[in-house]
Every structure is written in C-alpha cells, then in structure tokens.
C-alpha cells in the first residue's frame, strides 16, 4: 500500500463549478501538506503550503487537512479552463524535508 | 521561476551509456532534490543534498550517484543507462523551510 493515495482520474467539470481534490495517507508523522499544479511537459509549481491539521484560503483555492483522518483536500471555486492541470498532493515529516507524492488527479474544466 | 535550470532538457541514450544531468540554481540555497516521475507512480526521490559534498539517498537510488561540489550545481549521474531508467527528471529546491520548488525537467529516453 502506498503512504500516499490520490485518485488519478480523470476528472472533468464545467466552467465555473466548485472542484474538490483529495488525498488520503497512512504515515501519521505528516505535518506539512503541499498541493502541486503541473501543466503537461512543465515541472510542478507550488499552489498551497499548509503546516498540521486547518484550511488555508488563497484566492479561488482552499486547502483542508484533518490530521485525524489523514485527509487532505483541495478546492477550487469557480474554476477557470486554465485550472486543466494535474494536481499532486506531497507531504513531509520535516527534517530533512522528503516529500512523499500522490500519483496525481488530471483535471480538466470544459468551457 | 524559481531561478533553477535543468541541461539537457531532452536526450535520447542508448543502454549502457554513462549520462549525467545538471541542475543549476542561481541562489545559494542549501538544500536541493533529484526526482524522477513515471505514469501511475508519480514523483519519487532518487538522491537529495544538503549542502557541498553533502548528500543522501532516496527511495529510488538504485543506479544513480550524484554530486555537489558547488552551491549552485546539483549533478545527477547514471553510471550505465537501463531502459528502465527512461523517465522525466526534475531538480527541486527549498528556498524556505519546506516548500520546494521545482525545474522545468530533463526528458530522458534509453534505447
């Protein structure tokens, strides 16, 4: 079983809906969170940084992780056709900061 | 931008072919990543560094060194090719206490 699980998709939803992502993990010494956008043959560029269990708000983007049941979520509200990405989930202990990724969800808003 | 650069950005190798992989940052910072991304297992850690001649293993380590014998350059090498190490390789960096920060990527294809 993998420490950190994400449904690859494909997932696609119309112009202006809310989008909801999501990960699921098993190693409990996880406290900081990270969301990942990657367009097609570019490298992973941050999107939200979040440090133990709350949300973060950025914009159209909402971050949530519940600790205590080793979730974490991503929201986007009204979702633009420029949100089509693959987002990663990755998480790390701390330390010396390995970042253990989800395998990606490929998203895709029809105008 | 995150101020990383990758050479080459694609190459094509055939097996048993030493190759070696430049990741060059223009900030100082201590911290620098190889990983390697593959469909349906996401990005995974080959090595990290945690400053000059200062290096460590990851997840997938088998069949690669790297080295740092300057701040800014981060060299991973393949001492002979497999055609299991065709992948998308990416440097990443940690400007801050967690966050990393990604390269554009290296495409790289073992005949």
């Known amino acids: 079983q993998k420490e950190v699980e994400q449904d690859p998709g494909p997932l696609s939803v119309p112009e202006g809906a809310i989008v909801s992502l999501n990960c699921t993990y098993s190693?409990?010494?996880?406290?900081?969170f990270m969301w990942y956008r990657q367009y097609s043959r570019k490298g992973p560029e941050l999107l939200m940084y979040t440090y133990s269990s709350g949300n973060k708000e950025d914009g159209r983007f909402t971050a949530q992780v519940d600790k205590s049941s080793k979730y974490i979520s991503l929201f986007i509200r009204d979702s633009q056709p420029s949100d089509s990405a693959t987002y990663l989930c990755?998480?790390?202990?701390?330390?010396?900061?390995?970042?253990?990724f989800g395998t990606g969800t490929r998203l895709t808003i029809i105008p | 931008d995150a101020g990383i650069t990758q050479s080459p950005r694609h190459k094509v190798t055939e097996t048993g072919t030493p190759v070696t992989l430049r990741c060059h940052q223009t900030e100082n910072h201590r911290y620098m990543y190889w990983y390697r991304q593959d469909p349906g297992h996401g990005l995974r850690l080959i090595h990290y560094?945690?400053?000059?001649?200062?290096?460590d293993k990851g997840e997938v380590s088998d069949g690669y060194s790297v080295s740092r014998s300057k701040t800014e350059d981060f060299l991973l090498t393949l001492e002979s090719a497999t055609s299991s190490q065709t992948s998308v390789y990416f440097c990443?960096?940690?400007?801050?206490?967690?966050?990393?920060?990604f390269g554009p990527g290296t495409r790289l294809t073992v005949t």
């Open positions: 190693n409990s010494a996880f406290q900081y």
């Open positions: 990755a998480m790390s202990a701390g330390g010396n900061e390995k970042l253990t």
């Open positions: 990443a960096i940690r400007p801050g206490d967690h966050e990393q920060y």
């Open positions: 560094s945690y400053g000059v001649k200062d290096t």
